[in-house]
């Protein structure tokens, strides 16, 4: 069964620190750009950060700039996002997502974990 499956949510303090962990099953990682989503009460899911096939390039909006870190490991099939001063802002259901390319053909999402962040 192809999956994603997230892990290491939870309840943190402002400035405090999660690391979230998505684990594949079912393919591999390795041919798939990798990145990481929310999805706070009432909005819409956006793009927090990407790492590209290989690893050597990653992206982040705006507001995770110099905050969040996104890494894989392809041997462990598993992506990862470092989160660092938290605010309650980051508050949010965080989901994984694989997007195919070229060396990799599927597109799976994770069920998301739930991170929340209080003052």
């Known amino acids: 069964q192809v999956q994603l499956v997230e892990s290491g949510g939870g309840l943190a303090q402002a400035g405090g620190s999660l690391r979230l962990a998505c684990v594949a099953s079912?393919?591999?990682?390795?041919?798939?750009?990798m990145s990481w989503y929310r999805q706070a009460p009432g909005k819409e899911r956006d793009l927090v950060a990407s790492?590209?096939?290989?690893?050597?390039?990653?992206s982040y909006v705006d507001s995770v700039k110099g905050r969040f870190i996104i890494s894989r490991d392809n041997t462990k099939n598993t992506v990862y996002l470092q989160m660092n001063s938290l605010n309650p802002e980051d508050t949010a259901v965080y989901f994984c997502?694989?997007?195919?390319?070229?060396?990799?053909?599927?597109?799976?999402w994770g069920q998301g974990t739930q991170v929340t962040v209080s003052s």
């Open positions: 790492i590209a096939v290989l690893g050597g390039g990653t």
């Open positions: 997502h694989a997007t195919p390319t070229i060396l990799g053909f599927f597109d799976v």
């Open positions: 079912g393919f591999s990682i390795g041919g798939h750009v």
